[in-house]
Every structure is written in structure tokens, then in C-alpha cells.
């Protein structure tokens, strides 16, 4: 049987001419809340829709301030925008737009008639979110009409809450209203200390609460809180109320404190605890750190923490997220569970932990963050149904803005219909356990994609169904005629997903930096400090990646975890077709844009470029496993056939980073795959191979 190795060469010359970004260009994307010109001229309203022309007012009550008035301002902004219409707010003493108090919680309503919109809304946020959907369907239409009638919509959670996708604790105000626009309702913010996050020595954090609560986001502070103490050992409480204290006392004006266990660990009494892991602490403490199991004295230390942030913030939420233990005892996390003070949050990961078996027989856990794996997982559902039965308030770690750790350095993965699963098993979790908030990502950000402006109609009672939603946008942004090829491809690429091993050596190894990732069979293993990443990284690549691609094992208790031979084989078997139909979907994408003009081609060939990027990932991961493979059997041929392809391949992915900055970028690595490190790596083949033997 041939083998067929991935080079990529001949994708070269399909390959649309763009010049390349300069580093961070992908910002000015995030900068811009309306984008310019999405009107069609050649729209006509129908008969039962309405055209909002020059001259329409949007009328506030006199004495209507803050979010209501910012709103009203931001549509006046999107008209003139976005659809070339000149508004105007005004003020009225029978306002358009309304707070009425005794609709449901989130609430709000539209009514197009008469030449007037009316909002009527539960409350201040609620009329932001009315403005935000009137966009939608505009942008969706590409026109400044609206259907004739009466809406009711209800956001379905109380909370979706984000890490910046512009850096690292970084929040402009246009990513701000970003984010307000595409439904989250808080953002997230890696604590350190005072002022201090995990990536920046100084941030004047009180200021970010205040410019985020005026775009209607709350705050989260996510705990690596330095207190390492026992409330039970001497002057240890005092420790504990001294650092919370000090925190929740600076910034009361933030909605809540976000506890898991190894970013705010603390000595556990419990003879179970695992050992240090790591924990900045006096490396003379030899005490063991709670962090990665349900120690039985979590409860009395939440109550310690509890109490002093509570001292200072007294309406302060502390959600409680059991991330680190869903591997342990089934038992063991429901005694911690059944103690908790009945006013913490409890969050659960959506997916992790799950063993499943692939459709070619393999078996593999859910190492970490995935959309490989749907879920809900075994461990979410035994920890929902507890938390229902204590009448504790749940949450989920659900990833469901668009990305995971299943590709490690893109703005988010375009598997819509896979997606669509995830939105739907997180709605029917709220229906049967009271899910009420989501953490839509980690630290690699959210990105305003297509997911995610599905994703808030899709959580959102009242909205249009998902395959209509998805054939309308793919309509507006590749053409009619197109539309239909684009939901194709997407839906390949979203089956072919559950293909993914998401085990820790794919997540936090080739797959987490792409065709970045060495390839270095037969020489020294790359040293933290010969990656070539930047100093902006508070996670250097280099260390949190595994390079050492032959090392076996690395979280115990996600054990077994397979890298021998045949596994690895196995694995190539499911991903080989999924990296041909990634470059498949790309060369249908490009035809596309050969057959439009304008911001349709534009879209086509940014969707080009992401299908040619997650293919080259793939290849990578491909290449490598069949070089270990090789390189542990001893035979330099097949090693060497292995490496040449490999070489093609990264070369080829150069100019795919070049064009999209956002390529080969994450927030908490910085450049990890970028041009920089793609180069870096075709050096270090040349001089472990020879130039020559890889051309």
C-alpha cells in the first residue's frame, strides 16, 4: 500500500496574492464594532418589512442616561456605518425605547410598525441586547430593513463571560462593545494582586470594571491570589483575609472572584492531597498543595475566603470550579459537593474527562478543552445533578465561543454545526440541572466570528433555528449561489471533528502551535529557551508545550494515554482524511472568491486561508507521528520521507500566517506559530536533516 505523506507543495499556486500583516495587525479588527458599507444596494424591502431611511429618530425618555442612551448612540453609529442611514437620538416624553420591570428577567421586546421600532426591555441591558439584535437582522439582510410585527426574545443565561481575545487581560472599549454586541454579558481578568494580572505588572483595574460596566459587562476576577495558608493553622486565617480582604475591599465593584484549585491552591490537611505540582511559594515549605484533588478542608477554606471577601464586598459571588478533580472518585467530589456553603457557585467543565471510542476502535480521553467531544461529560452530569439537588447555583466551563484547545493558535475553529451540538446540550442542561452561566473560553480569547454571532441566536428564546440562521449567513457573506457549497463544507469539516484524539500529547503538543512544532527525531530536545517566543507570553510555548514527542505520560490520571506505535498509526488513519478535506474546503472557498467581488471575495479568501491553516495543523500533527513512528523503528528512509514532508508543509503555512496576524497568535503565548517560529523550525530541520535531503 502507498503511503501518502503530506507535503502541500501544490497548494502553493492556489494561493491568493495578499500582502502579508504586520505583527498584532489582526487587532484593528477587534477594534472595529460596525464595519463599514454592509449595505447592498440592489436590496429591495418586501412587503412586509420595513426601511429605516435618512432622518429616522431614535427616541429615548428625557430622563433615560447610561446604557440606554450608549445604545441608542451605537445604533445611530451602526445606521450610518454600516447601512449609510442618518439617524438621530432624540429624547421624547413617548420614548421608542422603554424599561418595563415586570417582563421576565433578560427580557425584551420589538415592535415594527406604524414606521416605528419600539423596544420595550426588562431592564437597561435588556434594551442594549434589543439594539444589538436590530443590527443582526440588518447585517444579516444587508439592508436597513426590519420585518413587520411583534418579537419577544430572552436571552437563555444569566451569565456568558470572556477572556480578551486582544491580549492577555487586554480591553480596549471597541472589544468591549464587541462582546456586549455578541451577547456576553462579563469579562474575565486573571488577578495576581492589586493592579497586577497574570501577564502585566500594572493595570489600572478599577477603571476596567467601570469602562466594562458601561458596555453592560460585569467583571470576574480569576483567582491566582497569592495565600497560601490554612485556616486552621496559626495566623492563618489572618493570611487568607488579609489578601482576599484586600481584594475584595479594592475592587467591590467587580460581580465575583473565580476559585480553581491549581491557581489558588493553599496546604492542605487532607493525607490524600497529591504533592506539589506547582505553586509560587518558598520552595522550603515542603507541605503539600491542594489543587488536583477534592480535598476534604476545601469547604473550610472557601468558608475562610468566603468570609473575608464577603467582609468587604458582601454581594461579591465566589463560583467554585472543580476543573482540576473531574478525573477523581465519584464519591469524593460529592462529600466536597454536599459541603460547600449553599451561596458559592459551583462551575463544572462541560466536556473533559470522557473516555470515548473512535470510529476506527482507538480509545482516547478528553484531555482538556475540546469540541471533539460534544458532552455533556460523565463528570459535568454527576456534579449538575448534585448541584440541583443542594440548590446550588451551576455554571459551566463550555468553550462555546467558538474555541478549544483541540487547535491551540486560531481565532476560533469554523465547525458550526458541530458547535451547534455543544449550544444544544448546554440549553437542554439548563432546562434539567438549571445551568445558568457559561465561561465561553480560556485564555486563548474570543473572536467575533460567524460562531459566534450563531451561537447568540442560538442561546436565545426566541431566535431562528440554527439551519436557517447558518444558510442565511453563509448567503450574505459567499452570495446565494454559493451559500449552499459553504454549509457543505462546514459540515464535513464539523463531522470529521469527532475524528480529533484530543489527549494531552495532540492539545499540548503539535496541535497547540501548529506547523510551528518541531520536528527533531534524532537530536536534542528543544530547550525553553531556544523556542523563539516573545516576552508578552505569561505561558511561554516552550513550556507549556510538549516537545519531547517520545516522552510518554504526562498527566497521571489521564492515564492511559497511548503514544506507542500502533496508536499513533491509528491515529494517522482519522486525521490523513481530515487534513485533505480541511484543503478541500479551502479550494472550494477560493472558487468562490474567484466568482465574487468585494467584501464576498474578501470573506471567501479569509475562509480559504483558515481551511489551508487547520489542514497544514494537521499535517503537521500527520508528519510527526509517522516520524516518531519511523524514528523508534530505525528507519531513516521512512524518517527522512516523513521529515521532507513535514519541511513542505511548514513552508507552505509561511504564507498563510504572513496574510492573517491572528494566525499562529494566542493571547497568553503571543506568537507561538508565527512566521518567526515557522522559520525557526525550517532551520532547525536543515540542520538536523540537511538542507538537501529535504528539498
Same mark, same amino acid.
Given at each position: 500500500?502507498?503511503?501518502?505523506?503530506?507535503?502541500?507543495?501544490?497548494?502553493?499556486?492556489?494561493?491568493?496574492?495578499?500582502?502579508?500583516?504586520?505583527?498584532?495587525?489582526?487587532?484593528?479588527?477587534?477594534?472595529?464594532?460596525?464595519?463599514?458599507?454592509?449595505?447592498?444596494?440592489?436590496?429591495?424591502?418586501?412587503?412586509?418589512? @420595513?426601511?429605516?431611511?435618512?432622518?429616522?429618530?431614535?427616541?429615548?425618555?428625557?430622563?433615560?442616561?447610561?446604557?440606554?442612551?450608549?445604545?441608542?448612540?451605537?445604533?445611530?453609529?451602526?445606521?450610518?456605518?454600516?447601512?449609510?442611514?442618518?439617524?438621530?437620538?432624540?429624547?421624547?416624553?413617548?420614548?421608542?425605547?422603554?424599561?418595563?420591570?415586570?417582563?421576565?428577567?433578560?427580557?425584551?421586546?420589538?415592535?415594527?410598525?406604524?414606521?416605528?421600532?419600539?423596544?420595550?426591555?426588562?431592564?437597561?441591558?435588556?434594551?442594549?441586547?434589543?439594539?444589538?439584535h436590530l443590527e443582526d437582522v440588518m447585517n444579516l439582510r444587508s439592508a436597513p430593513f426590519l420585518k413587520k410585527g411583534r418579537f419577544e426574545r430572552t436571552p437563555r443565561f444569566d451569565v456568558r463571560m470572556t477572556h480578551s481575545g486582544y491580549g492577555?487581560?487586554? #480591553?480596549?472599549?471597541?472589544?468591549?462593545?464587541?462582546?456586549?454586541?455578541?451577547?456576553?454579558?462579563?469579562?474575565?481578568?486573571?488577578?495576581?494582586?492589586?493592579?497586577?494580572?497574570?501577564?502585566?505588572?500594572?493595570?489600572?483595574?478599577?477603571?476596567?470594571?467601570?469602562?466594562?460596566?458601561?458596555?453592560?459587562?460585569?467583571?470576574?476576577?480569576?483567582?491566582?491570589?497569592?495565600?497560601?495558608?490554612?485556616?486552621?493553622?496559626?495566623?492563618?486565617?489572618?493570611?487568607?483575609?488579609?489578601?482576599?480582604?484586600?481584594?475584595?475591599?479594592?475592587?467591590?465593584?467587580?460581580?465575583?472572584?473565580?476559585?480553581?484549585?491549581?491557581?489558588?491552591?493553599?496546604?492542605?490537611?487532607?493525607?490524600?492531597?497529591?504533592?506539589?505540582?506547582?505553586?509560587?511559594?518558598?520552595?522550603?515549605?515542603?507541605?503539600?498543595?491542594?489543587?488536583?484533588?477534592?480535598?476534604?478542608?476545601?469547604?473550610?477554606?472557601?468558608?475562610?475566603?468566603?468570609?473575608?471577601?464577603?467582609?468587604?464586598?458582601?454581594?461579591?459571588?465566589?463560583? #467554585?470550579?472543580?476543573?482540576?478533580?473531574?478525573?477523581?472518585?465519584?464519591?469524593?467530589?460529592?462529600?466536597?459537593?454536599?459541603?460547600?456553603?449553599?451561596?458559592?457557585?459551583? @462551575?463544572?467543565? #462541560?466536556? @473533559?474527562?470522557?473516555?470515548?471510542?473512535?470510529?476506527?476502535?482507538?480509545?482516547?480521553?478528553?484531555?482538556?478543552?475540546?469540541?471533539?467531544?460534544?458532552?455533556?461529560?460523565?463528570?459535568?452530569?454527576?456534579?449538575?445533578?448534585?448541584?440541583?439537588?443542594?440548590?446550588?447555583?451551576?455554571?459551566?466551563?463550555?468553550?462555546?465561543?467558538?474555541?478549544?484547545?483541540?487547535?491551540?493558535?486560531?481565532?476560533?475553529?469554523?465547525?458550526?454545526?458541530?458547535?451547534?451540538?455543544?449550544?444544544?446540550?448546554?440549553?437542554?442542561?439548563?432546562?434539567?440541572?438549571?445551568?445558568?452561566?457559561?465561561?465561553?473560553?480560556?485564555?486563548?480569547?474570543?473572536?467575533?466570528?460567524?460562531?459566534?454571532?450563531?451561537?447568540?441566536?442560538?442561546?436565545?428564546?426566541?431566535?431562528?433555528?440554527?439551519?436557517?440562521?447558518?444558510?442565511?449567513?453563509?448567503?450574505?457573506?459567499?452570495?446565494?449561489?454559493?451559500?449552499?457549497?459553504?454549509?457543505?463544507?462546514?459540515?464535513?469539516?464539523?463531522?470529521?471533528?469527532?475524528?480529533?484524539?484530543?489527549?494531552?500529547?495532540?492539545?499540548?503538543?503539535?496541535?497547540?502551535?501548529?506547523?510551528?512544532?518541531? #520536528?527533531?527525531?534524532?537530536?536534542?530536545?528543544?530547550?525553553?529557551?531556544?523556542?523563539?517566543?516573545?516576552?508578552?507570553?505569561?505561558?511561554?510555548?516552550?513550556?507549556?508545550?510538549?516537545?519531547?514527542?517520545?516522552?510518554?505520560?504526562?498527566?497521571?490520571?489521564?492515564?492511559?494515554?497511548?503514544?506507542?506505535?500502533?496508536?499513533?498509526?491509528?491515529?494517522?488513519?482519522?486525521?490523513?482524511?481530515?487534513?485533505?478535506?480541511?484543503?478541500?474546503?479551502?479550494?472550494?472557498?477560493?472558487?468562490?472568491?474567484? %466568482?465574487?467581488?468585494?467584501?464576498?471575495?474578501?470573506?471567501?479568501?479569509?475562509?480559504?486561508?483558515?481551511?489551508?491553516?487547520?489542514?497544514?495543523?494537521?499535517?503537521?500533527?500527520?508528519?510527526?507521528?509517522?516520524?516518531?513512528?519511523?524514528?523508534?523503528?530505525?528507519?531513516?528512509?521512512?524518517?527522512?520521507? %516523513?521529515?521532507?514532508?513535514?519541511?513542505?508543509?511548514?513552508?507552505?503555512?509561511?504564507?498563510?500566517?504572513?496574510?492573517?496576524?491572528?494566525?499562529?497568535?494566542?493571547?497568553?503565548?503571543?506568537?507561538?506559530?508565527?512566521?518567526?517560529?515557522?522559520?525557526?523550525?525550517?532551520?532547525? @530541520?536543515?540542520?538536523?536533516?540537511?538542507?538537501?535531503?529535504?528539498?
Open positions: 500500500m502507498k503511503i501518502r505523506l503530506f507535503a502541500a507543495a501544490a497548494l502553493a499556486a492556489a494561493w491568493s496574492i495578499a500582502a502579508a500583516e504586520e505583527a498584532y495587525e489582526f487587532r484593528r479588527r477587534l477594534e472595529c464594532v460596525h464595519e463599514k458599507n454592509r449595505r447592498v444596494a440592489s436590496e429591495r424591502p418586501a412587503a412586509d418589512e @420595513m426601511e429605516i431611511k435618512d432622518g429616522f429618530k431614535i427616541s429615548i425618555a428625557h430622563g433615560a442616561d447610561g446604557l440606554v442612551y450608549r445604545a441608542a448612540r451605537d445604533f445611530e453609529d451602526y445606521l450610518a456605518v454600516s447601512m449609510g442611514v442618518m439617524a438621530c437620538v432624540t429624547r421624547s416624553a413617548d420614548p421608542d425605547v422603554t424599561v418595563d420591570r415586570s417582563l421576565p428577567p433578560r427580557r425584551y421586546v420589538v415592535d415594527v410598525s406604524d414606521g416605528r421600532v419600539r423596544i420595550a426591555a426588562a431592564d437597561e441591558r435588556a434594551a442594549a441586547r434589543a439594539f444589538y492577555n487581560d487586554i #480591553f480596549p472599549d471597541d472589544h468591549l462593545a464587541q462582546m456586549a454586541h455578541f451577547g456576553m454579558t462579563a469579562i474575565l481578568v486573571f488577578l495576581d494582586d492589586i493592579d497586577k494580572t497574570k501577564a502585566q505588572d500594572y493595570q489600572d483595574l478599577k477603571a476596567l470594571i467601570r469602562r466594562a460596566a458601561k458596555y453592560g459587562l460585569d467583571t470576574y476576577l480569576y483567582s491566582y491570589i497569592k495565600a497560601f495558608a490554612h485556616p486552621a493553622d496559626k495566623g492563618g486565617r489572618e493570611i487568607i483575609e488579609r489578601a482576599y480582604g484586600n481584594i475584595a475591599g479594592y475592587y467591590p465593584e467587580a460581580k465575583g472572584v473565580i476559585l480553581v484549585g491549581e491557581s489558588c491552591q493553599f496546604p492542605s490537611k487532607d493525607p490524600r492531597v497529591q504533592p506539589v505540582l506547582y505553586q509560587d511559594k518558598n520552595p522550603a515549605d515542603k507541605r503539600p498543595a491542594a489543587g488536583w484533588f477534592p480535598c476534604s478542608d476545601y469547604p473550610q477554606w472557601l468558608e475562610a475566603v468566603k468570609s473575608a471577601i464577603h467582609a468587604k464586598a458582601p454581594r461579591q459571588e465566589l463560583v #467554585f470550579w472543580t476543573y482540576n478533580w473531574g478525573w477523581a472518585p465519584y464519591d469524593d467530589r460529592m462529600k466536597l459537593i454536599d459541603s460547600l456553603p449553599k451561596d458559592v457557585t459551583l @462551575m463544572a467543565t #462541560f466536556e @473533559m474527562f470522557e473516555r470515548r471510542t473512535l470510529r476506527n476502535g482507538i480509545d482516547t480521553p478528553t484531555a482538556d478543552y475540546s469540541i471533539s467531544f460534544v458532552g455533556p461529560g460523565r463528570y459535568f452530569v454527576s456534579e449538575a445533578e448534585r448541584a440541583k439537588r443542594n440548590g446550588l447555583r451551576l455554571y459551566s466551563q463550555a468553550n462555546s465561543g467558538g474555541l478549544c484547545w483541540d487547535f491551540g493558535c486560531v481565532p476560533f475553529m469554523p465547525l458550526p454545526q458541530r458547535w451547534n451540538e455543544r449550544w444544544a446540550a448546554l440549553s437542554a442542561a439548563h432546562v434539567k440541572w438549571g445551568l445558568s452561566g457559561l465561561m465561553e473560553n480560556h485564555h486563548y480569547g474570543w473572536w467575533p466570528s460567524f460562531i459566534a454571532e450563531l451561537e447568540n441566536e442560538a442561546l436565545t428564546d426566541g431566535g431562528m433555528p440554527f439551519e436557517t440562521h447558518l444558510a442565511k449567513i453563509a448567503a450574505r457573506d459567499y452570495g446565494a449561489s454559493n451559500a449552499e457549497s459553504a454549509v457543505n463544507v462546514w459540515r464535513t469539516w464539523s463531522r470529521n471533528h469527532a475524528d480529533f484524539a484530543p489527549t494531552d500529547m495532540n492539545q499540548y503538543g503539535t496541535f497547540r502551535i501548529g506547523p510551528a512544532y518541531p #520536528f527533531t527525531f534524532g537530536a536534542p530536545v528543544v530547550k525553553r529557551e531556544e523556542f523563539p517566543g516573545l516576552r508578552y507570553a505569561s505561558n511561554w510555548p516552550a513550556g507549556i508545550c510538549r516537545m519531547d514527542y517520545l516522552k510518554e505520560g504526562y498527566v497521571p490520571q489521564l492515564t492511559p494515554e497511548r503514544m506507542d506505535n500502533e496508536y499513533l498509526l491509528k491515529e494517522v488513519e482519522l486525521l490523513a482524511p481530515m487534513a485533505e478535506d480541511y484543503a478541500a474546503g479551502a479550494r472550494i472557498f477560493r472558487r468562490i472568491s474567484a %466568482a465574487e467581488t468585494g467584501r464576498r471575495r474578501a470573506k471567501a479568501l479569509e475562509m480559504a486561508d483558515y481551511g489551508d491553516y487547520f489542514a497544514a495543523a494537521v499535517r503537521t500533527a500527520v508528519n510527526v507521528k509517522r516520524g516518531a513512528v519511523a524514528f523508534r523503528k530505525g528507519d531513516r528512509a521512512a524518517l527522512l520521507a %516523513a521529515a521532507k514532508a513535514e519541511y513542505a508543509n511548514a513552508s507552505a503555512a509561511v504564507a498563510l500566517v504572513e496574510r492573517n496576524s491572528r494566525l499562529g497568535w494566542e493571547p497568553s503565548m503571543e506568537y507561538c506559530g508565527g512566521p518567526v517560529q515557522i522559520r525557526w523550525k525550517l532551520s532547525l @530541520m536543515e540542520k538536523i536533516y540537511g538542507k538537501e535531503n529535504l528539498k
